[in-house]
């Protein structure tokens, strides 16, 4: 199972973390991934990372949120975030994380296991 938090409405500009807590699962078997999906538009990569090497693990950004999101993981919590900065209203969506068994990629058909979800609003 994998529960989201920290969505809220924010304002243009403002920062947000998102954490995803994992549980019946061996966390450090899974690389994670956030995705996002806005009214009206299908879902969406944002991030990912991967299971292999926890001290300094491989990372992969979608486009839009390149320089400004940022995830990382807690093994040990079995803990997800992703730090998102300089947020625009463009972001506005609802953030789900989802768990990949030892499969490191984008694509939403790849992973095995999703969270319901956390809204984030963003205000002009």
């Known amino acids: 199972r994998l529960v989201e938090s920290g969505g809220r409405l924010v304002q243009a500009g403002d920062s947000l973390r998102l954490s995803c807590t994992a549980s019946g699962l061996a966390f450090g078997d899974y690389a994670m991934g956030w995705f996002r999906q806005a009214p009206g538009k299908e879902r969406e990569f944002s991030a990912a990372?991967?299971?292999?090497?926890?001290?300094?693990?491989?990372?992969r950004y979608a486009e839009s949120a390149k320089g400004r999101f940022t995830t990382s993981r807690d093994n040990a919590k079995k803990t997800l975030y992703l730090q998102m900065d300089n947020l625009k209203p463009e972001d506005t969506a609802v953030y789900y994380c989802?768990?990949?068994?030892?499969?490191?990629?984008?694509?939403?058909?790849?992973?095995?296991?999703w969270g319901q979800g956390t809204q984030v609003t963003v205000s002009s």
């Open positions: 990372i991967d299971w292999r090497a926890p001290a300094t693990p491989i990372t």
């Open positions: 989802a768990a990949s068994y030892r499969r490191f990629g984008t694509n939403a058909a790849g992973y095995d296991y």
